[in-house]
């Protein structure tokens, strides 16, 4: 019983920093799928869109092929 209080007491400030880590997540995720799919880089843009990494994988992907972006 005393793990349910705490659960309880814990989500007002829990809550916020899910949706921060969710929206820091999609907009990474958007951008180096965009840049992968813009370089035809097929299987980098399959493991961006399957891997749930807060982030880490698709900013791994930007700073690995900056240069090769075409526009």
Same mark, same amino acid.
Request: with cysteine; net charge positive.
């Given at each position: 019983?005393?793990?349910?209080? +705490?659960?309880? #007491?814990? =989500? *007002?400030?829990?809550? *916020?920093?899910?949706?921060?880590?969710?929206? !820091? #997540?999609?907009? !990474?995720?958007?951008?180096?799928? !965009?840049?992968?799919?813009?370089?035809?880089? =097929?299987? !980098?843009?399959?493991?961006? @869109?399957?891997?749930?990494?807060? @982030?880490?994988? *698709?900013?791994? +992907?930007i700073?690995?092929?900056?240069?090769? %972006? %075409? %526009?």
């Amino acid at each position: 019983m005393e793990n349910i209080q +705490y659960i309880k #007491d814990a =989500l *007002p400030w829990l809550i *916020p920093i899910i949706i921060i880590l969710a929206i !820091w #997540d999609a907009v !990474w995720k958007m951008i180096a799928l !965009w840049k992968s799919a813009r370089n035809n880089h =097929l299987a !980098w843009f399959i493991c961006i @869109g399957i891997i749930n990494s807060i @982030g880490i994988l *698709p900013i791994v +992907y930007i700073l690995m092929h900056r240069e090769s %972006t %075409t %526009t």
